[in-house]
């Protein structure tokens, strides 16, 4: 059943929320650079406001459902789609799980830690894995850039593999957050920072269970099946980049509500001032 709304609508509704997803996003790096705060977890958020402002553009290179599109401006949007909408997904998920790595004590939970960095890896690998399966897929057999809809059927694999690669991702995420929240010695504004990574998670989940109902009833939504699959794709992408930047926004609410406790994270308090690692991973976490 095709839902009952318009292409202008569609096109508004997700248009909000790859623009909230930009101030928002924009605001995080302000706010880090100006108190000093910059770590991975924000370079990878910026990473992801780049490539989503990419990937917004294309929103608008889109036609109605039934309309012709010249082949060369289908297969531009087509590959750009295809590599900007995951990078995007996997860029948040990234930032979400270094934000988990600043309640991380450096020296005490070197296990912890470690277990993160690989666990961040293997986001990269599902990330390219993905990639790679779209590029074999549809760069192998070009007949469908001769097609009228000039758009490459990926099949319901990539959606199996999307929506498995999801939820290993989320949920790893999901229990890494309540790992920190239950075993790590936080106090109130700190659990709340937690719990804030834990929210980012869930919505990110639900983002992407939308986005695979959507791929795996594709057949029944007729014509406007590339369309309605691309537009929850970017609806998806948009809130994942969104939901990223709670942690920090949960900061900033708490300080302003009179909150004025010390919200620096385990691990920089254990990090002291030798440079020698100055530029690794595990260089001063500021809060």
Not at 68 to 87: K, N, Y
Not at 147 to 167: F, N, Y
Request: charged letters at 15%; hydrophobic letters at 50%.
């Amino acid at each position: 059943m095709t839902p009952n709304i318009t292409f202008t609508a569609w096109r508004g509704v997700v248009a909000t929320f790859h623009l909230l997803a930009f101030m928002v996003t924009s605001w995080r790096i302000v706010h880090r650079k100006r108190t000093r705060g910059l770590w991975w977890d924000d370079y990878w958020a910026l990473f992801g406001l780049l490539l989503d402002i990419v990937y917004f553009a294309t929103l608008w290179m889109r036609v109605p459902a039934g309309a012709s599109i010249p082949q060369s401006r289908g297969v531009t949007l087509f590959w750009l789609t295809t590599t900007f909408f995951p990078t995007v997904v996997w860029a948040a998920r990234i930032s979400i799980g270094f934000s988990i790595l600043r309640f991380v004590p450096r020296q005490t939970s070197s296990k912890t830690r470690k277990t993160l960095h690989y666990l961040l890896v293997l986001f990269g690998l599902f990330w390219l894995a993905l990639m790679l399966e779209k590029w074999i897929t549809c760069g192998g057999n070009k007949a469908w850039e001769h097609t009228k809809a000039v758009q490459c059927t990926l099949g319901q694999a990539v959606g199996i593999i999307t929506l498995v690669t999801d939820v290993i991702g989320d949920g790893s995420l999901i229990f890494a957050s309540l790992f920190i929240f239950w075993s790590a010695n936080l106090h109130s504004g700190q659990k709340l920072l937690v719990l804030s990574i834990l929210c980012s998670s869930i919505f990110s989940t639900m983002a992407g269970i939308v986005y695979a109902v959507f791929v795996f009833q594709a057949d029944s939504l007729g014509a406007n099946r590339g369309l309605l699959i691309s537009l929850t794709a970017n609806i998806k992408a948009a809130i994942t980049l969104l939901v990223c930047n709670m942690f920090v926004v949960t900061m900033a609410v708490h300080k302003l509500r009179g909150h004025h406790e010390d919200m620096e994270t385990p691990a920089v308090s254990q990090v002291t001032e030798d440079t020698e690692s100055k530029g690794s991973l595990d260089e001063k976490i500021p809060a």
